[in-house]
Nanobody, 118 residues
Framework: QVQLVESGGGLVQAGGSLRLSCAASGKISVINVMGWYRQAPGKQRELVALLTRASMANYADFVEGRFTISRDNAKNTLFLQMNNLKPEDTAVYYC????????????WGQGTQVTVSS
């Protein structure tokens, strides 16, 4: 069983910063892709950023250079540094893992709340 545990969410004023962490543990075959998604009330879950096994990063357009995704391979931990936060960034942020290269399994964390006040 694979577990993803997020941390680092909270309440911050507009223009502030937060750093999210996602610790992956359990029977992981191969970390294929790890990423962050978010879901605001009444909206669909959307991709924020992802990092491939080859360490290629992809970001949603709304990130606009404000966020940086990174990973500590030794600790199987994913990070999302979020700067210049805006009220519209308010959402529950979820960690996502694609495990394996052929028989891919997908795993989700429980989510961490990010609230940005104006």
């Amino acid at each position: 069983q694979v577990q993803l545990v997020e941390s680092g969410g909270g309440l911050v004023q507009a223009g502030g910063s937060l750093r999210l962490s996602c610790a992956a543990s359990g029977k992981i075959s191969v970390i294929n892709v790890m990423g962050w998604y978010r879901q605001a009330p009444g909206k669909q879950r959307e991709l924020v950023a992802l990092l491939t096994r080859a360490s290629m990063a992809n970001y949603a357009d709304f990130v606009e250079g404000r966020f940086t995704i990174s990973r500590d391979n030794a600790k199987n931990t994913l990070f999302l540094q979020m700067n210049n936060l805006k009220p519209e960034d308010t959402a529950v942020y979820y960690c996502h893992l694609k495990d394996g290269l052929q028989n891919i399994r997908e795993h989700w964390g429980q989510g961490t709340q990010v609230t940005v006040s104006s």
